[in-house]
T-cell receptor
Framework: EAGVTQFPSHSVIEKGQTVTLRCDPI?????LYWYRRVMGKEIKFLLH????????ESGMPNNRFLAERTGGTYSTLKVQPAELEDSGVYFC?????????????FGPGTRLTVT | AQSVSQHNHHVILSEAASLELGCNYS??????LFWYVQYPGQHLQLLLK??????LVKGIKGFEAEFIKSKFSFNLRKPSVQWSDTAEYFC??????????????FGKGTKLSVIP
């Protein structure tokens, strides 16, 4: 079974540019989460999809961040325009429906550097 | 809001030494508790989890953790570490957010360096 995959693994962009991160969850997982770790800080929740619907986006920092999950499969996280403080590692995680949804499976992360 | 505290930022041990990493959380209700590990160059992996039942849980690679409800703690232990245990360890809790979401709240992580 393939795990959670993320693309790209690393992105370096200039302040003001746009970047789109992609996450492919484990096949059949209804729940998809985005997290971010800014250097030196803890990993923080951004948002949660259940299938194609946003269940909880309380962790999104501001309206420069836009997440979508097309057809309940892969998800994209767009940052537009990027700011210096957006640098960090963006993790995606997925989990199945039901009680097992408590256990989340993580992707390798995308390291975003904004210069 | 709930929070998770990990007491040590960086721990350095020699091989065969015993390990205990502290984790405390602040939340008065029912929690699910996790320890995740990130080996160098790899993704976050689940070491062990506690949902209910026996408060002493065993995970992969010889790790175990004990949930002490009265102390709001979930400390990670291993009797004898190996060089391959060098990694960053994260304690995390899930709490129902009220918005239908069981998001994870993480501690800041503890880097473990094991010296051969």
């Amino acid at each position: 079974e393939a795990g959670v995959t993320q693309f790209p693994s690393h992105s370096v962009i200039e302040k003001g540019q746009t970047v789109t991160l992609r996450c492919d969850p484990i096949s059949g997982h209804d729940n998809l989460y985005w997290y971010r770790r800014v250097m030196g800080k803890e990993i923080k929740f951004l948002l949660h999809f259940v299938k194609e619907s946003k269940q909880d986006e309380s962790g999104m920092p501001n309206n420069r961040f836009l997440a979508e999950r097309t057809g309940g499969t892969y998800s994209t996280l767009k940052v537009q325009p990027a700011e210096l403080e957006d640098s960090g590692v963006y993790f995606c995680a997925s989990s199945p429906a039901g009680r097992e949804s408590y256990e989340q499976y993580f992707g390798p992360g995308t390291r975003l550097t904004v210069t | 809001a709930q929070s998770v505290s990990q007491h040590n930022h960086h721990v350095i041990l020699s091989e065969a030494a015993s390990l205990e990493l502290g984790c405390n959380y602040s939340y008065g209700g029912t929690v699910n508790l996790f320890w995740y590990v990130q080996y160098p160059g790899q993704h976050l992996q689940l070491l062990l989890k506690y949902f209910s039942g026996d408060p002493l849980v065993k995970g992969i690679k010889g790790f175990e953790a004990e949930f002490i409800k009265s102390k709001f703690s979930f400390n990670l232990r291993k009797p004898s570490v190996q060089w391959s245990d060098t990694a960053e360890y994260f304690c995390a809790v899930t709490v129902y957010s009220g918005a239908g979401s069981y998001q994870l709240t993480f501690g800041k992580g503890t880097k473990l360096s094991v010296i051969p």
